[in-house]
């Protein structure tokens, strides 16, 4: 059984940092992409961050330059590392597995990956 589940949330002042883990069990993340998306109170659920198999990364414009998304495939994790945080960045974030082949047209939809966490808290306070 896959499971991904989110650590590392938290309540963090504006301009502070926070890094999210994810560990992966049930499913190897060497070879395969995934992401981070996350759903702030009243909005849809929006893209963060994507790691391809290729190497590539892919983030939205609201968090370049700011966030790092990594990963380590002997330890079957992944990370984001969240640095000059906003208010606007809270939010429930979740990651994400994603078996697409043509990951590089797919990373900001979510319906490109196969497999979830249940999500963890971040909230950033002015």
């Known amino acids: 059984q896959v499971q991904l589940v989110e650590s590392g949330g938290g309540l963090v002042q504006a301009g502070d940092s926070l890094r999210l883990s994810c560990t992966v069990s049930?499913?190897?993340?060497?070879?395969?992409?995934a992401g981070w998306f996350r759903r702030a109170p009243g909005k849809e659920r929006e893209f963060v961050a994507a790691?391809?198999?290729?190497?590539?990364?892919y983030y939205a414009d609201s968090v370049k330059g700011r966030f790092t998304i990594s990963r380590d495939d002997k330890k079957n994790m992944l990370y984001l590392q969240m640095t000059a945080m906003e208010p606007e960045d809270t939010a429930v974030y979740y990651c994400?597995?994603?078996?697409?082949?043509?990951?590089?047209?797919?990373?900001?939809?979510?319906?490109?990956?196969?497999?979830w966490g249940q999500g963890t808290q971040v909230t950033v306070s002015s």
């Open positions: 994400a597995g994603s078996e697409a082949t043509h990951f590089s047209r797919t990373y900001s939809q979510p319906s490109g990956y196969s497999y």
């Open positions: 049930g499913w190897h993340l060497e070879g395969w992409s």
């Open positions: 790691d391809s198999w290729t190497g590539s990364t």
